[in-house]
């Protein structure tokens, strides 16, 4: 019986409608003729490149002449090539994300309090933005040489003079298609979306006398913004976690002026349990032709991840020494000298992220895969064997090969034991990865994990199995 996983890899809100989960594992789509119509890779690894005596990375940003900048703790600094830290200034707020973007000349730096500091590109001068039309912002964009930002807790954003940081106090302008406060004023294809609590709606600029932008009629969401951390952009599309009169937590995206859903139900279910959500941040990138929208929750200690080119989503976690899953390492991601770098968000540490690296910075990655329910109408199965179809043969000597499995005859409730196979070594490519005598189930989910820090993959299975006694 082939078994190829072409289902969600979450757990439904009932384990008896799926019992899955893909954790740091993601997937594509086979060619046209495959024996499996999907196959998982191990998501990128991390490598530790760069360290300092600050602990907490809050944003990286790559300027547009090329250099790395970022917060780390609470002060501002240039990541210079070799890794190594040139501190440039001290930002008041402590542990909130912070924003960074710049016009050519000059970054600007906000992080949702009424505070924000400016860096000199030529320069490297720092200084906090003193004007008194400046109140801060949740965060922040640009479009056609104007700085966009919303004013916290109030229906307004307001703007940059052209190619400037600084301001007129009449350059500003309301979200006004409902009574809701603005979250964050975010831009694509040169439109702005105004992201409020509730609802959201549509910019553009107009070219207009007193005020440049001006809303599009018609172009208005039924969904707010539950945090604007979880706001990232990529390949045209905003990605947000959205709230709303009726609920919260969907993770959506905008589509022309409207939006489309991403998250399942499993998932929003699972958003929905937990104790806190309006601390999430999320950031895109791309690799391998995958866009991924990553989306943290600090409290839940979660990180999902929405596959853009697959329209699936994956857990990414870190293996603690206490065996626990926890967040995934990063908690800002720049791309930089076309290396993916990415900051800590308890350390100093900074990252490359690379798909030819199985580690995280040397910890152990544990990937894990469940599959579907098996059964037989209800009746006994016998199960003989599973084959795992995976690639083999690619482990050092010496170097942990180990692939294990567990399986459910509760329906996800609980697991046996870990009986344990070998991926086996290199070179050893008619290695068979496979389990036998494994008894009988009326209903049986299987599980497949392994730690090998070397190049795997996972296509499903084949279980040899025939009916039992009833």
């Not at 191990?42 to 090329?66: A, E, H, M, N």
């Not at 000349?105 to 039309?133: H, K, N, R, S």
Request: hydrophobic content about 35%; some cysteine; glycine content about 8%.
């Amino acid at each position: 019986m082939k078994t190829p996983l072409i289902t969600g890899a979450y757990q439904a809100r009932s384990l008896i409608a799926a019992a899955q989960r893909c954790i740091n594992l993601y997937v594509e789509k086979a060619p046209e003729g495959e024996d499996f119509p999907t196959t998982h890779y191990p998501t990128p690894g991390l490598k530790q490149v760069g360290d300092s005596i600050f602990k907490g990375w809050r944003c990286l940003y790559t300027s547009t002449d090329g250099r790395l900048f970022g917060v780390v703790a609470q002060t501002a600094v240039e990541v210079l090539t070799d890794y190594t830290l040139k501190v440039l200034g001290s930002i008041a707020s402590v542990g909130v994300p912070c924003h960074m973007l710049d016009n050519g000349t000059t970054i600007v730096i906000v992080d949702g309090t009424p505070a924000g500091y400016t860096i000199d590109l030529a320069t490297d001068a720092f200084a906090e933005i003193t004007d008194p039309a400046f109140y801060g912002s949740n965060g922040i964009d640009l479009v056609d040489g104007y700085f966009l930002f919303n004013r916290p807790d109030t229906q307004q954003f307001y703007i940059s003079l052209l190619n400037q940081v600084a301001f007129d106090a009449l350059d500003f302008a309301s979200k006004s298609g409902a009574p809701d406060n603005l979250v964050t004023a975010r831009a694509t294809k040169r439109n702005v979306f105004l992201f409020g609590e509730n609802t959201t709606e549509v910019w553009t600029n107009t070219g207009g006398s007193n005020f440049t932008f001006s809303r599009l009629s018609g172009a208005f969401i039924q969904f707010g913004c539950v945090t604007a951390n979880s706001v990232a952009q990529a390949d045209g599309s905003l990605y947000w976690l959205s709230r709303s009169p009726e609920g919260q937590a969907m993770i959506l995206r905008t589509v022309s002026y409207d939006r489309e859903r991403i998250s399942t139900f499993a998932l929003e279910n699972e958003i929905q349990g937990y104790a806190k959500i309006d601390d999430a941040f999320g950031y895109v990138h791309q690799m391998m032709g995958h866009y991924w929208y990553v989306l943290t929750f600090p409290t839940a200690n979660k990180t999902w991840v929405y596959d853009v080119a697959s329209n699936e989503w994956h857990e990414r976690a870190y293996l603690e020494e206490n065996g626990q899953f926890s967040r995934h390492r990063a908690a800002c991601f720049s791309l930089w000298r076309r290396k993916h770098v990415m900051g800590d968000y308890a350390t100093g540490f900074l990252y490359e992220m690379d798909p030819d690296v199985y580690t995280d910075a040397g910890n152990e990655i544990r990937r894990i895969r469940s599959f579907p329910h098996m059964s037989d109408n209800g009746n006994r199965v016998m199960y003989h064997e599973f084959q795992g179809v995976m690639e083999p043969g690619k482990a050092d000597e010496d170097a942990p090969n180990e692939v294990r499995l567990r399986y459910s005859d509760t329906q996800g409730e609980s697991w046996s034991g870990y009986i344990s196979s070998s991926l086996g070594e290199r070179g050893d490519h008619y290695k068979d990865v496979r389990w036998t005598r494994l008894g009988y189930a009326r209903s049986r989910v299987f599980e497949v994990s392994w730690s090998a820090a070397a190049k795997t993959a996972l296509k499903g299975a084949f279980v040899r199995a025939t009916p039992g006694k009833t």
